[in-house]
């Protein structure tokens, strides 16, 4: 597998684009729509933190973060990263994602992890993407699953939340050889022609 580089990835009006010091303020706006930080088991940032939350993002080995921007708008509206890259097992994960609460239930989620599984597995040469989420975070699990993605397991005790509890974490993936299907799937629901 490739290892991934910075890349600027779009589709249906939003925009993936390699995350950076000038989507400060727009990330915070994002932040506050839902005050999402005050969700225990989200990695969003609170208003004062978004500097730090990016260059965390920007100096984690083996992350690659992106901004999600409304075309239509030029919004930031969200977050999301592959990280966990392990190019010699070509295996990667999408995490760290999170929108602005009135993009919920929308097609952003869906449009933005059509565009990083295809990149994965059709660019970079990927085997395996997966995912991992909080055990009480039931909307994410059930978008993962929405996706076509395979619960792995779960991981008891694996890491502290924000308000200093432990989470048990939820994993999913995708393997090579079950990218067709889904990305068939996705692409209907998405309105696009594969």
């Known amino acids: 597998m490739n290892t991934p580089q910075p890349v600027t990835l779009s589709l249906n009006g939003i925009r993936l684009e390699p995350l950076g010091m000038q989507h400060e303020h727009g990330l915070r706006e994002a932040a506050a729509d839902g005050e999402l930080w005050q969700l225990v088991f989200t ?5 004062h933190e978004t500097a730090a939350y990016i260059q965390t993002a920007l100096h984690t080995p083996n992350r690659l973060a992106f901004a999600v921007i409304d075309e239509g708008s030029g919004k930031v509206i969200g977050s999301t990263s592959y ?3 392990i190019p010699t097992a070509a295996r990667l994960e999408i995490g760290y994602t999170w929108y602005a609460q009135s993009y919920w239930r929308s097609r952003v989620n869906t449009t933005c992890k059509y565009l990083l599984l295809s990149h994965a597995f059709d660019t970079l040469g990927a085997q395996t993407v997966g995912w991992r989420t909080d055990n009480l975070n039931t909307r994410s699990q059930q978008a993962i ?7 792995d397991g779960v991981i008891r005790g694996q890491q502290a939340r924000r308000d200093g509890s432990v989470r048990d974490t939820v994993m999913y993936s995708v393997i090579r050889a079950e990218w067709p299907q889904i990305k068939e799937k996705l692409a209907a629901r998405l309105g696009l022609a594969v």
């Open 145 to 151: 699953e929405r996706l076509g993605a395979k619960k």
């Open 43 to 47: 990695s969003v940032p609170e208003p």
């Open 83 to 85: 990280h966990d890259i």
